[in-house]
């Protein structure tokens, strides 16, 4: 199960955090991340990071969005500075472990 929070309105320029815990998984989580699904597009990845703390962004957020983990608490933050309107989108919580695993989404709005 994955529980997501964060996501809201916040005005171009912002920033915000999203944060996502796993739970009830008893095999060790590969990789941990978030993919985003704007109206009329597909999904994409956003940002990953690798159990051994690789990472991986989206070109789209170079240098403005973060990701990090707490292995402990298996969980992953995206904070996200500097919104542009086309951020906007839902945000999807990702694991893998031997397969995929979704969490139920968060909306990111980027509106003056």
């Known amino acids: 199960q994955l529980q997501a929070s964060g996501g809201g309105l916040v005005q171009p320029g912002g920033s915000l955090r999203l944060s996502c815990a796993a739970s009830?998984?008893?095999?060790?989580?590969?990789?941990m991340g978030w993919y985003r699904q704007a109206p009329g597009k597909q999904r994409e990845l956003v940002a990953a990071?690798?159990?051994?703390?690789?990472?991986n962004y989206a070109d789209s957020v170079k240098g403005r969005f973060t990701v990090s983990r707490d292995i402990a608490k298996n969980t992953v933050i995206l904070q996200m500075n500097s919104l542009k309107p086309e951020d906007t989108a839902v945000y999807y919580c990702?694991?893998?472990?031997?397969?995929?695993?979704w969490g139920q989404g968060t909306q990111v709005t980027v509106s003056s």
């Open positions: 990702w694991i893998f472990t031997t397969r995929d695993y």
């Open positions: 990071i690798t159990s051994g703390g690789s990472t």
């Open positions: 009830g998984t008893t095999v060790s989580i590969r990789v």
